[in-house]
């Protein structure tokens, strides 16, 4: 068959998937508009990633002119603040050029552009394979890529995130480097050694991370030496790539790099200086077993396994064709080493590996079987390539519909305190912080990028703490401090045990406003609070904390049967053997009666009400009874001289204002 009649069914193909892609991520907000009351909270439409709010809250700044108007983002890690990206976000940016079609609405603005930008690696992943000689495999490997369970989740409606064009800009830069290293014309050569180090300029407007410049720059240099093209035609290609990628950008890459490996590859306790590394309570930077990995591109590890063995033999025999696609690989089989999110990029190999037997068996059969027409061959070949979509799209994660990141009570929650609450700083963890920049319009003390630093610790200790004063201490000391003290102590070789030490010996007042914020997702995160604040810098371990949030399906005489528990109220048994010590039913977040038990050993009982209706029975131990975040959060006992309740929704969220 000529070259133009398979580009077009190869074209239409691409372009069946994209709309597909596109159509099924937008029918997800669809679904969203039968459950209103779960996704939409007056102006504010779900997001289903907590960096959203990031992204969300530079684009309105943006095109309300305020984003350049101060170097530091005074909402962002209080009080020492953090640089803003310069320039804007690309991602904010084009959310802003977009929310003038949306009425001014950038949450819809972020939400419509999804469909769009995820589904767009499609084009340069087909046209790669296809100019590489397997054009089924670039089909099939866009479709199970775009679909897979990892990329799927990562780039579903409501994720308003980075990886929406993380595949998509790598494989444009290869895409331009492969036709760089095939050209015979000089300045096709040089036109696309130009447009690869342009595509990483925008990769970096787009991720910041200048470490891929740098590895696409090598990669450039390795395929054109390897097609023997002259010295001089290399170095003017090195030399355009770096102009158009811009040259800083490469040098940071080298850091940026050597960052990544660190962090990627000895995700360890601690981190430099000795403090527990929050990495270890972060379920997405966790290693998962070979097979659960697998399981992330299509339901079946066994094909998921074949069809990158598949690829990896098709690439050997014509690995120069593939060298400059590499990189994405590689990233991709980061996923059996390190964090289980590089799994998207593994999975479009995966598909292509399927395809490309189809285009063995296509080039197979165009020179052994004269007698039928080329194109009666490729129909079939498209008809096969439909059936395995449809086969294998039961197999990958498309009927997936995502949750909101951020239950719609608490989301209220942040509207009233926008509106009732006197400015001030926010005491919690990091991971709304995002979303309560954006919608609370508070400072916080830490958040979604700088959760990696030793105040973590700390508000995690004052959680998890039964000492209150402890809490309203930490608070006292990086209000005025900040971080100041603690990195001069880092310079000066100080150990972690002896920050801490210095920390607890603190005795100032607060100076400005703080607030304590509760919300109801921190019960089931408790074990990570644990995990960094109870942390031994001794035996390099942490205490043992049991908390079990349970609902309830019914009770009949003081017998709650919760999450296939019997939990015996008049006699204080779990189950009719493990013992209770103690069980407190606690209304709107105020503890209303406390029943104790002749038990030494067992478990406390909570019975948490919101009004007359049952939210929880949450089963513990001493450890998570007696903190902090129980005491006050659910119990409502709080030290009146320390603390002055501002605002309650419970079970949703609850406010603290520390007394000055």
């Known amino acids: 068959m000529d070259k133009k009649g398979k580009f077009i069914i190869v074209f239409l193909l691409m372009i069946g998937v994209f709309v597909y892609s596109a ?37 309105k700044e943006y095109d309300n002119g305020l984003y350049y108007k101060t170097d530091n983002d005074t909402l962002r890690y209080y009080p020492d603040e953090t640089e803003k990206p310069r320039p804007v976000p690309f991602l904010s ?18 939400l419509f552009l999804i469909p769009i930008l995820a589904s ?21 490997g866009s479709f199970i890529g775009t679909f897979s369970y990892m990329y799927f989740v990562r780039s579903s409606m409501g994720r308003v995130d980075t990886d929406l064009l993380n595949i998509f800009f790598p494989v444009l830069a290869s895409l331009f480097i492969f036709f760089s290293a095939k050209n015979e014309d000089t300045k096709k050569v040089y036109l696309f050694s130009a447009l690869s180090g342009l595509s990483m300029l925008f990769f970096y407007w787009w991720y910041f991370h200048p470490g891929f410049t740098l590895i696409y720059f090598g990669v450039l240099l390795v395929v054109l030496f390897l097609e023997k093209k002259p010295i001089k035609v290399i170095l003017k290609s090195a030399g355009l790539f770096v102009l158009f990628s811009n040259p800083l950008y490469l040098f940071y890459g080298i850091f940026n790099l050597f960052g990544f490996i660190i962090n990627y590859f000895t995700v360890s306790k601690e981190n430099v200086i000795g403090f527990p590394n929050i990495l270890q309570t972060i379920t997405e930077a966790q290693h998962k077993p070979i097979k659960e990995v697998l399981e992330y591109i299509i339901n079946s590890p066994y094909l998921s396994i074949l069809g990158l063995i598949i690829f990896v033999i098709f690439a050997a025999l014509k690995w120069r064709k593939f060298l400059a696609i590499v990189p994405l690989f590689l990233l991709g089989l980061l996923a059996f080493k ?15 590996g399927i395809g490309m037997i189809i285009d063995y068996a296509v080039e197979y059969a165009e020179k052994n079987f004269k007698k039928i027409k080329p194109l009666n061959i490729n129909l079939i070949a498209v008809a096969i390539v439909v059936l395995l979509c449809v086969g294998l799209g039961k197999l990958t994660a498309k009927e ?17 305190m926008n509106k009732k609450l006197e400015k001030g700083a926010i005491w919690s963890w990091w991971d709304y912080g995002y979303a309560i920049e954006d919608i609370v319009g508070f400072p916080v003390y830490h958040d979604g990028g700088s959760q990696g630093s030793p105040k973590t ?20 000391y990086f209000d005025n401090n900040g971080m100041n003290e603690i990195k001069e102590m880092i310079d000066d070789n100080k150990s972690a045990p002896d920050i801490v030490k210095y920390v607890d010996s603190y005795e100032g007042l607060p100076k400005g406003n703080n607030y304590v914020l509760f919300t109801m997702d921190m019960i089931s995160k408790f074990p990570a609070y644990n995990f960094i604040g109870s942390y031994n810098f001794n035996t390099k371990t942490s205490q043992e904390v049991v908390v079990a949030p349970l609902s309830c399906q019914k009770v009949v005489k003081g017998v709650f049967e919760c999450d296939g528990n019997s939990i015996d109220t008049k006699n204080g048994l779990i189950n009719g053997k493990i013992p209770v010590k103690m069980f407190d039913i606690a209304k709107n977040g105020k503890l209303v009666s406390t029943k104790k038990y002749p038990f030494n050993t067992g478990y406390n009982v909570e019975l948490l009400l919101k009004g007359n209706t049952v939210i929880y029975i949450i089963l513990s131990d001493d450890n998570f009874y007696k903190s902090n975040f129980n005491q006050m959060y659910l119990l409502g006992k709080y030290d009146k001289k320390l603390f002055e309740e501002v605002y309650n929704n419970f079970p949703f969220a609850r406010v603290f204002k520390v007394k000055k």
């Open 23 to 59: 159509y099924v991520r937008f029918e997800q907000y669809n679904k969203w508009k039968e459950q209103r009351s779960i996704y939409f909270v007056e102006n504010y439409p779900a997001m289903t990633t907590l960096d959203a709010y990031y992204w969300l809250r530079y684009a």
């Open 93 to 110: 940016f084009l959310i802003a050029k977009l929310s003038s079609f949306t009425n001014n609405n950038y949450y819809y603005a972020g």
């Open 120 to 140: 767009l690696f499609i084009i340069p992943f087909s046209l790669y394979f296809y100019y590489a000689g397997f054009p089924f495999g670039g089909i099939l």
């Open 338 to 352: 390190s964090s289980n999110r590089f799994v998207m990029f593994l999975a479009p190999f995966a598909g292509a």
């Open 400 to 416: 997936y519909v995502p949750k909101p990141s951020i239950n719609p009570g608490i989301i209220k929650s942040f509207i009233d």
């Open 457 to 476: 610790y700390f508000i995690a200790k004052s959680l998890i703490t039964d000492n209150q004063n402890k809490l309203y201490k930490y608070i006292s």
